[in-house]
């Protein structure tokens, strides 16, 4: 209450004003002392909101910034990580090399030391790579096709197996996805084979049977030649054929395959032995050392009608670091960088989901690395790039090689369900290729 003079009553009996309610018609009746005190209220609660909100802001700030990984953390995670599960990588032609410099003679070189003027592989950068399980290539040139591809391959078997026995404190040579797992809890790194090239198998199911006795798991369909039942990629490249994708002799061969339990790879293949090969097979494909088609269109990569097709097979593609495979149109740099690596696995992620995407990076068959990716040291830098873009440790943990591991046991499934089957034994019609039937090396 107050009087005609303005008096105030005291400030202890005086009530709470309710300032938000002081319109400015009743503000500028109110008497002079009493608009002051208004003046003076409104200033101090401003200047205290004003450092409230700043008293919040900074300490939030300040957490923001503190709680966004740097990259060291994000590496010694990825290599927790890599710790837990194997990282299973698809491709690695290291053999070839043992083959190139040292000519199989394993007394030349020891795999303990720096072998880096010569290779991107070694122990120790193994080590450093946290690698958990290595698929090594059995590779000769198309060269050798209708010649002694046979014996080369199983040269390049032999040294692949001698390895693992020479080095058996870091090794031990793997045929099965349980061996796998058990290799990386013992400390160790499994050696598999995979055989780069069906001409490998001088179209024999004879032979390929054999292979798979020796330990070999899978078999890349074609390399860059024609055999003569199936289609390679620069076949789509070229926008032509010679038999249309698969013969029905090569279907016979996939058949074969999924009954042996060996992994069909589908790298190298053209676009239509693909998709012959997905509408054939029982069991789960896999891509060793492929790439998304979508983000570098070069006929070695996926496209991603093929992509959803492997979802439906349940099979894999394994991105590989081939420079000229992950840096092309339409998303082309000077130079092939980690990151686009990471943007080929993010795509095939997007496109079809974490479950059917794994690595499989091809070091020793390639000269054009990523830059972060230079040899097999490297691969913590990949997980890590992935966590920094938000990938879950589940979906790494699948990636690395959970993947892989569940590919190979559903193979060994549809394996197992045809224990029943008798090996086929269909011979290759001569005249499904022509330089098959002019080959003169053959006795017949």
Known sequence: MHSDKGDLLSSSDAPTPDYSSIGMTTYARLPKQRRNRYIVIGAVVAILAVVLS????????RKSTATEPTWEEYLAQAKEIMQRVPLVDGHNDFPWQVRKYWQNQLSLFDMHSDLSDYTHTDIPRLREGHVGAQFWAAYMPCGSQYKDAV???????????????KYSDTFDFVTTAKGILDTHAAGKIGSLIGVEGGHSIDSSLGTLRVMYEVGVRYMTITHNCNTPWADNCLMTQQNTSEHNGLTEWGKTVIKEMNRLGMLVDLSHVSFKTMVDTLDVTEAPIIFSHSSAYAECNHH?????????KTKQNNGIVMVTFVGSFINCPPNQLDRPELSQVADHIDHIADTIGHDFVG?????????????????????????AELLSRGWSEENLEKLIGLNLVRVFEDVEKVRDSMIDIPPFDDILPVEDSESEANNTCRYR
Do not use: F
């Not at 700043?54 to 939030?60: D, E, H, Q, R």
């Not at 070695?300 to 959803?308: A, G, H, T």
């Open 300 to 308: 070695r990569n996926v496209p991603d009608y093929i992509l959803e």
């Open 151 to 165: 014996r080369q391959t199983l040269d390049q078997i032999d040294v692949i197996k001698r390895i693992s026995r």
């Open 359 to 383: 690595i499989g990076g091809d070091y020793d068959g390639m000269s054009n690395v990523p830059v972060g990716l230079e040899d097999a040291s490297t691969y913590p830098n990949l997980v």
């Open 54 to 61: 700043v008293a919040i802001a900074v300490p939030l700030s």
